[in-house]
């Protein structure tokens, strides 16, 4: 359970800026 | 701060701690030991409070350095105080991942959409001058094919002068 | 009913109840082991009194008897001590969003906001790609018209040209001139009519 705490914690912190990541650059490549 | 405030807990928990396990209550339990070697039963109880205090502020520091707690108590601190202010409860993660996420992306969206405003303001007006001269052009053509019609028309009275003057010849 | 502190946990990077289990554990082992050592001396010593009447049984049943007071006050401090860290330190008050969540304080889109602001976006591209296309027709048109103005400006030259033959070889305006030659032929024809009828 604590694992699961840490790990979904950590995903919430870290995970918005990557998805965002690829989000752009999907946008750029069909702007492109 | 919270640093202060671990501290001094860890402390307070430590006094009360050693306060339970007071030398009265050390000789009460070994009371045999004691009767045979008082100085001895003194000595090992002050050893045996100082080894524990000692291992459990090593212990305490080990926790602080592995888990960088004085840092981030300090970085907590400060971000508790810019929220001093606010008294309504703050934003929690709604357990949905898609309608969290959605709020990283607008930034970006907002961003992206004025760059698009701005492009296709840009275009439009380039547009509007280019549509400009393709109508000046078109005028142009216009008045062109008006003049060479008005020339040409002129050229075919002269023909039918022509004619004329042909058959005038011809007779 | 725990309360995960998952919050918490995103700060901290380890959950605030791992964090003092840990501290309680090893505290644990300390009291334990430190209660061996004060055992173990104590047992050594009484090995070096010859005749001792003190049993090991009885030192031990002495350790336990310590150690269990020692234990109940250790849990119950370290109760409190975990109840106030919880509270105080380790923990963050409901006003307060970590930075990394500071994109919903200011953008709090709800999914048809979301959606309206991607339907927006698609909206714009589709129109900055039909200024684009309108863009490469009105050059197109440019190009053509270029072709085609030069064109008819040729013709125009070729009139142009004829009249300043017509100048060059003194026929002034060369519609006049014709008219003129017309009529001057006219004349001759009629003078021509007029002697054949008088050499008639």
Redesign the interface.
Same mark, same amino acid.
């Given at each position: 359970?604590?694992e699961l *705490?840490?790990e979904?914690?950590? +995903? +919430?912190?870290q995970?918005?800026?990557k *998805?965002?990541v690829h989000? *752009?650059q999907t946008?750029k490549a069909?702007?492109e | 701060s919270r640093a202060q405030v671990f501290a001094t807990v860890v402390d307070t928990f430590l006094e009360k701690l050693v306060a339970a396990g007071s030398y009265q209550r050390f000789v009460n339990s070994y009371r045999c030991f004691y009767k045979l070697q008082p100085q001895l039963t003194r000595s090992i109880y002050d050893q045996f409070i100082s080894q524990l205090q000692a291992s459990i502020k090593e212990e305490i520091q080990e926790v602080k350095n592995e888990g960088n707690l004085e840092g981030l108590f300090s970085s907590l601190d400060k971000i508790v105080e810019e929220a001093k202010d606010r008294e309504e409860p703050a934003w929690r993660?709604s357990g949905i991942?898609e309608d969290?996420?959605r709020s990283?992306?607008v930034p970006?969206l907002l961003k992206?959409r004025s760059h698009l405003r701005r492009v296709l303001r840009e275009k439009e007006e380039q547009n509007r001058k280019v549509a400009e001269s393709v109508l000046m052009g078109r005028d142009r053509i216009a008045e062109l094919e008006r003049l060479i019609q008005a020339r040409q028309q002129a050229w075919q009275a002269i023909n039918k002068e022509q004619r004329e003057l042909i058959m005038t010849f011809q007779e | 009913s725990?309360d995960?502190?998952?919050?918490e946990?995103?700060f901290f990077?380890?959950?605030p109840?791992?964090c003092m289990l840990r501290v309680y554990i090893a505290f644990q082992d300390y009291l334990f082991e430190m209660m061996l050592v004060v055992e173990g001396v104590m047992l050594k010593k009484l090995d070096g009194i010859p005749g001792c009447k003190v049993s090991p049984s009885q030192i031990r049943k002495c350790t336990e008897k310590f150690l269990l007071f020692m234990k109940e006050h250790f849990d119950r401090l370290f109760a409190k001590m975990e109840e106030v860290l919880l509270q105080l330190v380790l923990n963050i008050p409901k006003n307060v969003l970590?930075p990394?969540d500071r994109?919903h304080e200011q953008y709090p889109y709800s999914k048809e906001e979301f959606q309206a602001l991607q339907d927006e976006l698609q909206q714009l591209?589709q129109q900055c790609r039909a200024e684009v296309a309108a863009e490469q027709a009105l050059r197109a048109e440019l190009e053509e018209q270029k072709v085609v103005k030069a064109e008819l400006e040729k013709i125009l030259q070729c009139f142009d040209g004829l009249e300043s033959i017509c100048r060059e070889h003194g026929a002034g305006n060369f519609k006049e001139s014709f008219a003129l030659l017309t009529q001057n032929s006219k004349k001759l024809q009629d003078v021509l009519k007029d002697i054949e009828k008088k050499s008639q």
């Amino acid at each position: 359970f604590d694992e699961l *705490i840490v790990e979904t914690a950590t +995903r +919430r912190k870290q995970w918005p800026k990557k *998805i965002l990541v690829h989000a *752009i650059q999907t946008m750029k490549a069909e702007q492109e | 701060s919270r640093a202060q405030v671990f501290a001094t807990v860890v402390d307070t928990f430590l006094e009360k701690l050693v306060a339970a396990g007071s030398y009265q209550r050390f000789v009460n339990s070994y009371r045999c030991f004691y009767k045979l070697q008082p100085q001895l039963t003194r000595s090992i109880y002050d050893q045996f409070i100082s080894q524990l205090q000692a291992s459990i502020k090593e212990e305490i520091q080990e926790v602080k350095n592995e888990g960088n707690l004085e840092g981030l108590f300090s970085s907590l601190d400060k971000i508790v105080e810019e929220a001093k202010d606010r008294e309504e409860p703050a934003w929690r993660p709604s357990g949905i991942p898609e309608d969290d996420v959605r709020s990283a992306m607008v930034p970006y969206l907002l961003k992206h959409r004025s760059h698009l405003r701005r492009v296709l303001r840009e275009k439009e007006e380039q547009n509007r001058k280019v549509a400009e001269s393709v109508l000046m052009g078109r005028d142009r053509i216009a008045e062109l094919e008006r003049l060479i019609q008005a020339r040409q028309q002129a050229w075919q009275a002269i023909n039918k002068e022509q004619r004329e003057l042909i058959m005038t010849f011809q007779e | 009913s725990v309360d995960p502190m998952a919050y918490e946990t995103q700060f901290f990077g380890f959950t605030p109840q791992t964090c003092m289990l840990r501290v309680y554990i090893a505290f644990q082992d300390y009291l334990f082991e430190m209660m061996l050592v004060v055992e173990g001396v104590m047992l050594k010593k009484l090995d070096g009194i010859p005749g001792c009447k003190v049993s090991p049984s009885q030192i031990r049943k002495c350790t336990e008897k310590f150690l269990l007071f020692m234990k109940e006050h250790f849990d119950r401090l370290f109760a409190k001590m975990e109840e106030v860290l919880l509270q105080l330190v380790l923990n963050i008050p409901k006003n307060v969003l970590l930075p990394e969540d500071r994109v919903h304080e200011q953008y709090p889109y709800s999914k048809e906001e979301f959606q309206a602001l991607q339907d927006e976006l698609q909206q714009l591209q589709q129109q900055c790609r039909a200024e684009v296309a309108a863009e490469q027709a009105l050059r197109a048109e440019l190009e053509e018209q270029k072709v085609v103005k030069a064109e008819l400006e040729k013709i125009l030259q070729c009139f142009d040209g004829l009249e300043s033959i017509c100048r060059e070889h003194g026929a002034g305006n060369f519609k006049e001139s014709f008219a003129l030659l017309t009529q001057n032929s006219k004349k001759l024809q009629d003078v021509l009519k007029d002697i054949e009828k008088k050499s008639q």
